[in-house]
């Protein structure tokens, strides 16, 4: 068995993404300690639209990915809750995301996108690609 999970992320991010051929989240930064997938669409959107496209780090756009991991390998996270019922969340220390990111079952996918009044285009012709079916 699988979950879905999701992660909103900044444009810098999914272009690494997209350059590991959509199969791994880049490293955490050195005050990233950990790495924080959400357990719904819902509460990944919140933090896209909220926070990314404000946000000069995140290239004023917020990307939605959703990707499966396997159950099993799951079980060794507690899932988090940081507020309301829907903002729950896994936390992956920053020294094991290689070992996640190896459990990842297929590719990440991009399933929605938003952006800011200071957002740029990406130089990256794939992922220009894909953000444009949400109306740049």
Not at 48 to 57: H, P, Q, Y
């Amino acid at each position: 068995m699988k979950t879905t999970l999701y992660r909103p992320v900044g444009l810098k991010e999914m272009e690494l993404i997209v350059a590991s051929g959509w199969r791994k989240f880049p490293l955490r930064l050195e005050w990233q300690p950990i790495f924080y997938p959400v357990l719904n669409q819902q509460y990944a959107e919140q933090i896209a639209l909220d926070w990314n496209t404000k946000d000069e780090f995140s290239g004023y756009c917020g990307i939605v990915t959703a990707f499966d991991i396997s159950d099993e390998y799951l079980k060794q996270y507690e899932i988090q809750n940081v507020g309301g019922a829907v903002h729950n969340e896994l936390w992956i220390p920053s020294e094991k995301l290689e070992e996640f990111n190896q459990n990842i079952i297929d590719k990440i996918r991009m399933v929605n996108a938003y952006f800011g009044e200071g957002f740029k285009p990406s130089i990256n012709t794939e992922l220009m690609n894909e953000l444009q079916k949400y109306q740049l």
